[in-house]
C-alpha cells in the first residue's frame, strides 16, 4: 500500500513538471522564462548552438570539416580545429599565401593555411606540328627544334630555301621545304589575251594603240583630226575628248567663241565716255575726290583714301580745294610761328626749346659727363656745364690729360695720367728662346741675341742653308750653329728583300719583275704555266701558281668526279636502280603498288599513292596487283526473287522514286517535279 503511494506521488510530480513546462512557452532576448518567473539558459556548449522554439532549447551537433594542413589546432571557445595561420621555414616565418623560396628552380612554393606546396612551373605549350620535343639541359620546359634541313643545308624556320625552279618559292614551314608558284602581277581589266615571253614566269599584256599605221604607247598622247579634241590611248584603244576650257567669270552675261577658236571668252572691260577701259583698271573721274575703275563691265567709285590724323589733333579742317582734313600744327610764339618738332629760340642759353604737340616746352640742356678722377669740377663764368681741370704740370709746362711728357731717361716713356706724371720702362721685343747669352749694345736700351753661322769664313743667316760636303746629307744653320742630316729616300714597297744603293746615288731601289724559264716578266704580269690547271703570276719578284676557279657544283652532289684531260669536278646526274639508269626526274618502277617512285637529285624518291574516297553504299574489293580497293560492279541485285543487273531500273510502286542497281545493292532517289497548277493523275507523281 505505501509502494502504491509512492507511485501515486511520483505520477503526480511528472503531471505537475509537465502542466509547468506547457505554460513555459516563452522566448524573450534568446531565453526561455517559465510561467513562474524561471530563468532556463541554453547549453554552454561550443559544438552544440541552441536556438529557442516554442519556449523550448533546441540544439544542433555542429559537423566539423577536416583542417588540411599539418598542424591544426583548437582555438579557445571553438568547437572545430582550425589551421595555424602562415608557415616557418629555417627559422623564418612566410604569411599566408606568401611564395616560398625553393630549390628546385623549376617549381614554384606558396605558403597556404600552415603548409608549404610546391607545384612545377607552369610551361607554354607548343606548337601542333612539334614532333620529337626536347628539354634543353639546364631548363625546366621542353622545346621544339626548328627549321629544316635540306640539300645538306640548315634553314631556319619561316625563312627562304634556294628553289631549283625560278618560277617557285621555297619556304621552311613547320619543318619542312613547300615550294609555291611566284606571284604574278595582276593584268588590267582589259587585257584580252595575255601571254608569256619565254625565259619569263609572268604573263604579259601586250598593250598601246594601233592608230593611222603608227603604233603609240599606253596612256601615251595620239594626234587628233580635230584641234578642239584631245586624243589618248586607253586600255588598247583610242579615245578623244574635247579639251579643257578655262571657266568664266560669274558676271558674264553674253560669253561668245571667236572663229577659229575652241573656247568661249568674255566680253570685258567698260565703255564710257566713248572711251574703252581695261577690266580692273582706272577711269578718270569727274570729282577730284573721288577714284573711279571698271569692275565685272561697270565703272565703280569711291571716295579717296585719306591719311589718318595724330591723335592730338582737336580741331581738324579741310583747306579750300583738298579733298582731306587737316590738323593745323606748329606753335605761335613772340608774333612767330614755328614747325610742329621744331626748335624754338629759348631766352635762357642754359635751355633748350621745342614746338611739341601746338606747344612750346623747354628743358635745360644735356651736360657731358665729368671723368670719375675729377675731384673739384668747376663752371666757367658764361658757360652752363661744369668742367674738369685736366692736365699735368711739369718742369714749368703744362701737358694735356693722356698726352705724352718728355721724359730724362731714353729708356723710359712718360705720360699725364689723371693729373699725373707717370713713367715706365719702354718695351722691348722679345729675344728668341734659343738665344743663350743676350746682350745690350752700348747706347741702346733693348738686349738683342746674336743670330746666324761662321762656317769655312763665311756667315750664314739664321735656318739658311750651309753648302755640305757630302752631297747625301743637307746642312742648314739651326740657333748660331751648323746641323746636318741624310737627305730623304722615298720608302720601298714591303715584298722588297734585298734592296741595294746603285754606284753614284744616295738611296736604296729594289729589283722588280721575276726571271723565269731564261726570260724577263713584269711585276704583277702574268707568267706561262706548265700545267694547264694552273694559272701563274710574278708577285713580289717571285713566280707564283694557283689552281684554275673552277664553277660550284650542286649541293646535292654526293659522288663528284673528274673526267680525264680535264681540270673541274663534274656531277654524275640520274640513277642507278636494279642494273638500270635512270634519267633525272624519270618515273621509276615500284615493286610496292601503293608507291610512285621518281630520279630525284640523283636519288629514288617513292611517295605513297592517295586512294580515291568510294560512296558508301559500294561493296569495297582490292583487285590483285592493285593499291587502291575498288567497288564490285558484277554481283548485281536480287528483289522479290528476281535478279537485276548492275545499272538496271528496279521497278517500285512509288511513283515518286526511281530505283536501279548500283554496286550490288538497290539505290532509290526522289523524282524532282516542277511546280505546276495542272491536275495530277493518282498513278503519277508530277502534274
Not at 616565418?93 to 616560398?100: L, P, Q
Not at 659522288?559 to 634519267?583: F, I, L, N, S, V
Not at 530505283?659 to 495530277?680: E, L, P, R, T, W
Amino acid at each position: 500500500m505505501r509502494s502504491g503511494g509512492l507511485v501515486l506521488g511520483a505520477i503526480l510530480v511528472f503531471l505537475v513538471a509537465v502542466v509547468s513546462a506547457g505554460r513555459a512557452k516563452k522566448c524573450k532576448d534568446g531565453k526561455v522564462y517559465g510561467s513562474f518567473g524561471q530563468e532556463y539558459d541554453a547549453p554552454k556548449n561550443p559544438c552544440k548552438p541552441c536556438t529557442c522554439r516554442n519556449g523550448r532549447w533546441k540544439c544542433v551537433t555542429i559537423d566539423c570539416p577536416k583542417p588540411n594542413c599539418d598542424n591544426p589546432y583548437k582555438p579557445p571557445g571553438k568547437c572545430c580545429k582550425e589551421c595555424k595561420p602562415g608557415c616557418e621555414i629555417d627559422g623564418k616565418k612566410y604569411n599566408d599565401g606568401e611564395d616560398v623560396p625553393s630549390d628546385n628552380k623549376c617549381e614554384v612554393c606558396k605558403c597556404l593555411k600552415g603548409t608549404v606546396e610546391c607545384n612545377p612551373t607552369g610551361c607554354p605549350p607548343l606548337p601542333s606540328y612539334c614532333e620529337k620535343p626536347y628539354t634543353p639541359t639546364g631548363k625546366c620546359c621542353p622545346e621544339c627544334k626548328t627549321g629544316c634541313d635540306y640539300s645538306d643545308t640548315h634553314y631556319d624556320e619561316d625563312g627562304n630555301v634556294p628553289s631549283d625552279n625560278k618560277c617557285k618559292t621555297c619556304k621552311c614551314i613547320k619543318g619542312k621545304v613547300e615550294c609555291y608558284p611566284v606571284e604574278c602581277p595582276p593584268l588590267p581589266s582589259f587585257c584580252e589575251k595575255p601571254y608569256t615571253p619565254p625565259g619569263q614566269c609572268c604573263p604579259e599584256c601586250k598593250t598601246g594603240c594601233d592608230y593611222n599605221d603608227k603604233h603609240y604607247d599606253e596612256d601615251g598622247n595620239v594626234p587628233s583630226d580635230n584641234k578642239c579634241k584631245t586624243c589618248k590611248c586607253i586600255k588598247g584603244k583610242v579615245e578623244c575628248y574635247p579639251i579643257g576650257c578655262p571657266p568664266l567669270p560669274s558676271y558674264c552675261e553674253k560669253p561668245y567663241t571667236p572663229p577659229g577658236q575652241c573656247c568661249p571668252e568674255c566680253k570685258t572691260g567698260c565703255d564710257y565716255n566713248d572711251k574703252h577701259y581695261d577690266e580692273d583698271g582706272n577711269v578718270p573721274s569727274d570729282n577730284k575726290c573721288k577714284t573711279c575703275k571698271c569692275i565685272k563691265g561697270k565703272v565703280e567709285c569711291y571716295p579717296v583714301e585719306c591719311p589718318p590724323l595724330p591723335s592730338y589733333c582737336e580741331k581738324p579742317y579741310t583747306p579750300p580745294g583738298q579733298c582731306c582734313p587737316e590738323c593745323k600744327t606748329g606753335c605761335d610764339y613772340n608774333d612767330k610761328h614755328y614747325d610742329e618738332d621744331g626748335n624754338v629760340p629759348s631766352d635762357y642759353k642754359c635751355k633748350t626749346c621745342k614746338c611739341i604737340k601746338g606747344k612750346v616746352k623747354c628743358h635745360p640742356i644735356g651736360c657731358p659727363p665729368l671723368p670719375s678722377y675729377c675731384e673739384k669740377p668747376y663752371k666757367p663764368p658764361g658757360q652752363c656745364c661744369p668742367e674738369c681741370k685736366t692736365g699735368c704740370d711739369y718742369n714749368d709746362k703744362h701737358y694735356d690729360e693722356d698726352g705724352n711728357v718728355p721724359s730724362d731717361n731714353k729708356c723710359k716713356t712718360c705720360k699725364c695720367i689723371k693729373g699725373k706724371v707717370d713713367c715706365y720702362p719702354i718695351g722691348c721685343p722679345p729675344l728668341p728662346s734659343y738665344c743663350e747669352k743676350p746682350y745690350t749694345p752700348p747706347g741702346q736700351c733693348c738686349p738683342e741675341c746674336k743670330t746666324g753661322c761662321d762656317y769655312n769664313d763665311h756667315h750664314y743667316d739664321e735656318d739658311g742653308n750651309v753648302p755640305s760636303d757630302n752631297k747625301c746629307k743637307t746642312c742648314k744653320c739651326i740657333k748660331g750653329k751648323v746641323e746636318c742630316y741624310p737627305i730623304g729616300c722615298p720608302p720601298l714597297p714591303s715584298y722588297c728583300e734585298k734592296p741595294y744603293t746603285p754606284p753614284g746615288q744616295c738611296c736604296p731601289e729594289c729589283k722588280t719583275g721575276c726571271d723565269y724559264n731564261d726570260k724577263h716578266y713584269d711585276e704583277d704580269g702574268n707568267v706561262p704555266s706548265d700545267n694547264k690547271c694552273k694559272t701563274c703570276k710574278c708577285i713580289k719578284g717571285k713566280v707564283e701558281c694557283y689552281p684554275i676557279g673552277c664553277p660550284p657544283l650542286p649541293s646535292y652532289c654526293e659522288k663528284p668526279y673528274t673526267p680525264p684531260g680535264q681540270c673541274c669536278p663534274e656531277c654524275k646526274t640520274g640513277c642507278g636502280y636494279k642494273d638500270k639508269e635512270y634519267a633525272e626526274d624519270d618515273s621509276v618502277p615500284s615493286e610496292n603498288p601503293c608507291e610512285v617512285c621518281k630520279c630525284v637529285k640523283g636519288k629514288v624518291e617513292c611517295a605513297v599513292i592517295d586512294c580515291p574516297e568510294l560512296p558508301p553504299y559500294c561493296e569495297k574489293y582490292t583487285p590483285p596487283g592493285k593499291c587502291c580497293p575498288e567497288c564490285k560492279t558484277d554481283s548485281g541485285c536480287e528483289l522479290n526473287g528476281k535478279k537485276y543487273a548492275e545499272g538496271e531500273k528496279v521497278p517500285t510502286p512509288n511513283p515518286c522514286k526511281i530505283c536501279s542497281c548500283q554496286f550490288g545493292k538497290i539505290n532509290c532517289k526522289d523524282v524532282k517535279c516542277k511546280q505546276c497548277d495542272a491536275y495530277k493523275p493518282p498513278d503519277k507523281c508530277c502534274c
